[in-house]
């Protein structure tokens, strides 16, 4: 995996903030500094203003960023009190925001090094994914993906995937039916490794669902990378309430991850 750039605290302002699914938002900002340094699969912390209370950083992965418009687009899911303001936050509004944070993907370097990869995202854990597939587009390596979620409008992130050069066979599932499938997009990920050769795997999306991925690469014998999700409190490698049981001990997901090779990873 490439060497993160240090993170440092950038001011941003608000461009857009919008709904695009049901409790789900995108939110672009400006910050250009940032949007130059980002990798794909690294979070960044963001200060929501508007409660002296709150001292905690949001922490997020980011959907897209454009070094030349110096914008970094991040898709939030409102569970709280945090992500509620962050909601509210208007444009031309500003705060600050810590990043980049930790490892991302390691993304490999062209269709040589993978002529096909295989990408699953489960709920807040596609921005990661799309993010990752805009990457692999760009590098021309052609790609499959499984989308889940609960329910059609909390399914984000087909029309921007299906869009991109390279995107090969996509299937979306829903837990109630209401789009693409009722399954767990775990399903068609465990069909497609059992018949295709791909060279790299990654997921990113509730902890069962990553595991049931990493399980079906092993399998198959792929490499497997998987974007955990814990709580953070300082983002920066100083709290340890990140903590995540690897074969290789204890690390950090803010500094050692969020992206780690699933097969080291004990505590899901
Ligand atoms: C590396 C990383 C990347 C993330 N990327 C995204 C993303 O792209 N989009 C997105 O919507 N969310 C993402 N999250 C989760 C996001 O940080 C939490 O949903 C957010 O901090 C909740 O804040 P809150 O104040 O609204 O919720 P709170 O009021 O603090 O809590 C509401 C609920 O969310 C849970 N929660 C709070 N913080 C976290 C956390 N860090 N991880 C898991 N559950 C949490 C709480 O246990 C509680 O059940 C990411 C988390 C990490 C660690
Ligand atoms: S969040 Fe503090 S050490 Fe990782």
Request: overall charge negative; hydrophobic content about 40%; aromatic content about 6%.
């Given at each position: 995996?490439?060497?993160?750039?240090?993170?440092?605290?950038?001011?941003?302002?608000?461009?857009?903030?919008?709904?695009?699914?049901?409790?789900?938002?995108?939110?672009?900002?400006?910050?250009?500094?940032?949007?130059?340094?980002?990798?794909?699969?690294?979070?960044?912390?963001?200060?929501?203003?508007?409660n002296?209370?709150?001292?905690?950083?949001?922490?997020?992965?980011?959907?897209?960023?454009?070094?030349?418009?110096?914008?970094?687009?991040?898709?939030?899911?409102?569970?709280g009190?945090?992500?509620?303001?962050?909601?509210?936050?208007r444009?031309?509004?500003?705060?600050?925001?810590?990043?980049?944070?930790?490892?991302?993907?390691?993304?490999?370097?062209?269709?040589?090094?993978?002529?096909?990869?295989?990408?699953?995202?489960?709920?807040?854990?596609?921005?990661?994914?799309?993010?990752?597939?805009?990457?692999?587009?760009?590098?021309?390596?052609?790609?499959?993906?499984?989308?889940?979620?609960?329910?059609?409008?909390?399914?984000?992130?087909?029309?921007?995937?299906?869009?991109?050069?390279?995107?090969?066979?996509?299937?979306?599932?829903?837990?109630?039916?209401?789009?693409?499938?009722?399954?767990f997009?775990?399903?068609?990920?465990?069909?497609?490794?059992?018949?295709?050769?791909?060279?790299?795997?990654?997921?990113?999306?509730?902890?069962?669902?990553?595991?049931?991925?990493?399980?079906?690469?092993?399998?198959?014998?792929?490499?497997?990378?998987?974007?955990?999700?814990?709580?953070?409190?300082?983002?920066?490698?100083?709290?340890?309430?990140?903590?995540?049981?690897?074969?290789?001990?204890?690390?950090?997901a803010?500094?050692?991850?969020?992206?780690?090779?699933?097969?080291?990873?004990?505590?899901?």
């Amino acid at each position: 995996m490439p060497t993160p750039s240090p993170a440092r605290v950038h001011e941003f302002t608000v461009v857009t903030n919008k709904a695009v699914g049901e409790n789900i938002f995108s939110l672009t900002i400006k910050a250009p500094r940032l949007a130059a340094m980002l990798h794909p699969g690294q979070f960044m912390n963001l200060q929501v203003p508007g409660n002296a209370m709150s001292l905690l950083r949001i922490p997020l992965s980011y959907a897209a960023a454009d070094p030349e418009a110096g914008t970094v687009e991040l898709w939030y899911a409102v569970v709280g009190e945090g992500t509620q303001r962050l909601s509210e936050m208007r444009p031309h509004a500003t705060s600050s925001i810590l990043g980049p944070g930790g490892h991302g993907w390691s993304v490999p370097e062209d269709a040589n090094a993978c002529p096909r990869a295989l990408l699953v995202g489960g709920g807040i854990g596609i921005p990661p994914i799309v993010c990752l597939a805009r990457a692999l587009s760009e590098r021309g390596i052609s790609f499959d993906v499984c989308l889940g979620a609960t329910t059609a409008s909390k399914l984000v992130g087909a029309a921007e995937i299906e869009a991109l050069s390279g995107c090969g066979e996509l299937h979306l599932c829903t837990d109630d039916g209401s789009l693409g499938s009722r399954a767990f997009c775990t399903d068609p990920a465990a069909l497609l490794l059992s018949g295709k050769r791909y060279a790299y795997v990654a997921t990113c999306g509730p902890s069962p669902m990553m595991q049931k991925v990493a399980e079906a690469s092993e399998r198959a014998g792929v490499y497997c990378e998987a974007s955990l999700e814990r709580m953070m409190s300082c983002g920066f490698g100083a709290c340890a309430t990140c903590a995540v049981e690897t074969s290789d001990g204890m690390k950090g997901a803010c500094m050692a991850g969020p992206v780690f090779d699933a097969s080291k990873v004990v505590s899901w």
